[in-house]
């Protein structure tokens, strides 16, 4: 069974190799270039892992950890960035575990969360 992804970045040379990549791999994937859009997304669809930019145009992907947590969804978040370090977070925003997850690591947690939906 496929995983439902939904990544936000709004970059969308980035939102489009996500995509490719992830449906390549039998996944369902949604996109959004907005915390905004991405909200919308989040109350029309549950997902199975979201990855979320730190850095977007009307927000940031920490506060959309917050809604996805205020919601009560269970559902990891990765959060991706091209500006990578503790400092793009901000100041207090972020409990940082010290340790950066290699994408061999984020794509093992998909597979995982598939693995449960099959």
């Known amino acids: 069974m496929s995983a439902r992804i939904l990544v936000i970045d709004d970059e969308e040379s980035i939102r489009f190799t996500f995509e490719r990549f992830l449906t390549t791999e039998g996944h369902i994937v949604a996109t959004a270039e907005s915390c905004s859009e991405a909200l919308a997304r989040i109350n029309e669809t549950s997902f199975d892992?979201?990855?979320?930019?730190?850095?977007?145009?009307?927000?940031?992907?920490?506060?959309i950890l917050r809604e996805i947590r205020?919601?009560?969804?269970?559902?990891?978040?990765?959060?991706?960035?091209?500006?990578?370090?503790v400092e793009t977070a901000g100041p207090g925003q972020i409990q940082w575990s010290g340790k950066l997850l290699t994408f061999r690591k984020s794509w093992k947690e998909i597979e995982t969360r598939k693995g449960k939906s099959d």
Request: proline residues 6%.
């Open 70 to 85: 205020a919601r009560g969804l269970n559902c990891p978040v990765i959060m991706i960035t091209g500006d990578p370090g």
């Open 49 to 63: 892992v979201v990855f979320a930019d730190i850095i977007l145009g009307d927000g940031t992907g920490i506060d």
